[in-house]
């Protein structure tokens, strides 16, 4: 009886001690690492962690490789792992892991001498809920490549667009930006390698509007960030719309405005939650993007609040510096990548203002106007919080032509006008090869149709691919001296010269404010004048560094803007 009573309590121990186990909380933290001291990765041997392109890219645009591009310390990753974490990535340009643990191994984790600090990233997950998704996984892995095995390979497919009527609904809002007169030119963003930042992309192997992409090898990758695999095809309705303004192509029915680029997709939305991992995701997915050699990183994605409200921004983080998905968005473009991201639809919510990383202040931002070029009202305003002007420039976002998981739909949302511009971005970079990305942001907020006189709601308004390419045929040609409020000179400037400013009658004598933004949007020169004189000379324009200004002067009554160049 004793030997029984022994042994059914160790039997509940057991099943006590296991069901425990399964039952711990796992969450997700990102771990930040205090150096990259010992790396085994060299300067000198840059293709040791960076493809060719990625590496041609920064040549072409004279940007150095540091020591930030280094990929985390290998040994660093076994010592956290030997600590009990389960590694999902690691992050070179904030020097972080990504990992999946429970309280207890956090705890050895941070105690690891290399480690500066953890952020939580989401609520968690159970251990048996880890595991049993975890065997779904691997068996759609086997699955998917058993099926990949059995594809036909398919022969190439031509893209021709001989009249209008091919671009069925989708004319309009290509007309919009010249991207139809961009096409007709041979633009059609060929040699253009573009990521895609989504939820999924839902069917794109299957529908025949994307059928030229595998016909022609213009996938160059794919990777789900979410669920830490290959197939991205499964899941998103979100992702194929967006995809299908740039790269569709099913002649009479829709043109993409970039049919012939190649692109890499990448799922880094989860779209059951809203937690901070998902900004992990997007940085760690720019990282892959720009190892494999990606010109542009479209992204169709906002962050502002989340369903654990302790993680929530506000308006004040909106200053290009403060989210881990701006800070991802601004090393991308440090690195010659042109990023462009969505402004958000919330123009009629109560937070209003656009989120991250559409604050970046190297973000190509963009907002939505409606078919007749006016502000569409669900469009997220600016300014950043700092001041800076946002959105940096619109097109089409109401009742645009799309292509969803199941065929031709419509839609509304900057989601849309985002991409439809990265398309246009392409072909116009395919048309200049030796711009850099800043060259290709300033050139087309040039070309807009509002430019003189930019605005929080359209930014610098509609850009046009042939004015665009006029402004890079000669870029220093020079916007007018305004009418009857100010003009100045010199233009260019050279040197330290100062900007001699003469206020016309309208503007003497009041209260002025003056401003100068740079190619960005990003303010650099303020000046506030208690009293306009007649002449005034300006000298901070002087000590910037050389390139194309905004110069913004208002009273309460009047405001002007016009283009400074500085040598």
Not at 118 to 136: A, D, Y
Request: charged share 20%; aromatic share 10%; hydrophobic share 35%.
């Amino acid at each position: 009886m004793q030997h029984k009573r022994l042994l059914f309590l160790l039997i509940t121990t057991l099943l006590v001690g296991n069901v425990s186990g399964y039952s711990q909380v796992i969450k997700k933290h990102f771990i930040y690492l205090t150096d990259k001291t010992n790396s085994p990765y060299s300067l000198d041997k840059p293709a040791d962690f960076l493809s060719k392109r990625s590496i041609e890219r920064r040549n072409k645009q004279s940007i150095k490789i540091t020591t930030r591009e280094f990929p985390v310390n290998p040994d660093y990753i076994t010592q956290i792992k030997n600590a009990g974490a389960k590694v999902w990535y690691s992050s070179r340009w904030l020097n972080a892991v990504l990992i999946e643990a429970s309280d207890a191994t956090l705890a050895e984790v941070v105690k690891l001498s290399f480690v500066k600090s953890s952020r939580v990233l989401n609520k968690g997950r159970q251990k048996r809920q880890i595991e049993k998704e975890e065997k779904r996984r691997q068996r759609e892995a086997r699955r998917k490549q058993k099926k990949a095995a059995n594809v036909k390979q398919r022969t190439t497919e031509d893209i021709t667009i001989e009249s209008e009527a091919d671009y069925g609904n989708s004319l309009f809002q290509a007309k919009m930006i010249g991207a139809d007169a961009m096409h007709e030119a041979g633009f059609k963003g060929k040699g253009i390698a573009i990521a895609v930042m989504d939820a999924g992309f839902q069917n794109v192997n299957s529908l025949n509007f994307f059928k030229h992409l595998f016909s022609n090898q213009q996938i160059g990758g794919t990777y789900d960030l979410v669920d830490n695999k290959v197939d991205v095809y499964s899941t998103g309705s979100h992702g194929t719309k967006v995809l299908s303004t740039m790269a569709a192509y099913l002649k009479g029915t829709m043109v993409g405005t970039a049919p012939e680029a190649t692109y890499w997709l990448y799922r880094t939305e989860d779209v059951s939650s809203e937690y901070r991992i998902e900004e992990v995701n997007w940085l760690i997915a720019a990282e892959k993007a720009d190892s494999a050699g990606v010109d542009i990183i479209n992204s169709s994605l906002g962050y502002n609040t989340f369903d654990d409200a302790s993680m929530n921004y506000t308006y004040q983080n909106m200053d290009g510096n403060t989210t881990i998905i701006t800070q991802a968005a601004d090393f991308a473009a440090a690195v010659g990548i042109l990023v462009i991201n969505s402004a958000g639809n919330e123009g009629n919510d109560p937070w209003k203002y656009i989120g991250a990383p559409a604050d970046g202040d190297s973000v190509l931002t963009v907002g939505a106007v409606n078919p007749n070029g006016t502000y569409a009202s669900f469009s997220s305003k600016g300014y950043t919080s700092d001041g800076r002007l946002k959105p940096n420039i619109t097109a089409m976002g109401s009742n645009v032509t799309l292509v969803g998981p199941f065929g031709s739909t419509v839609g509304n949302g900057t989601s849309f006008s985002a991409p439809t511009l990265t398309g246009l971005a392409a072909g116009f970079w395919q048309a200049n090869p030796t711009l850099t990305n800043m060259q290709i942001i300033d050139y087309l907020q040039r070309s807009a149709n509002q430019a003189a006189k930019p605005d929080s709601l359209l930014g610098y308004g509609i850009p046009n691919f042939n004015r665009a390419q006029a402004i890079a045929t000669n870029p220093t040609a020079l916007t007018k001296a305004t009418d009857g409020s100010f003009s100045f000179s010199p233009n260019p400037l050279d040197g330290s010269q100062a900007l001699r400013i003469v206020f016309k009658p309208s503007y003497r004598g009041k209260s002025v404010q003056m401003h100068l933004y740079d190619a960005n949007g990003k303010l650099v020169a303020y000046e506030h004048l208690a009293t306009a004189p007649i002449e005034y000379n300006w000298g901070k324009p002087g000590k910037l560094a050389s390139g194309v200004y905004t110069l913004k002067i208002n009273t309460k009554t009047h405001s002007k803007t016009a283009k400074v160049v500085k040598n």
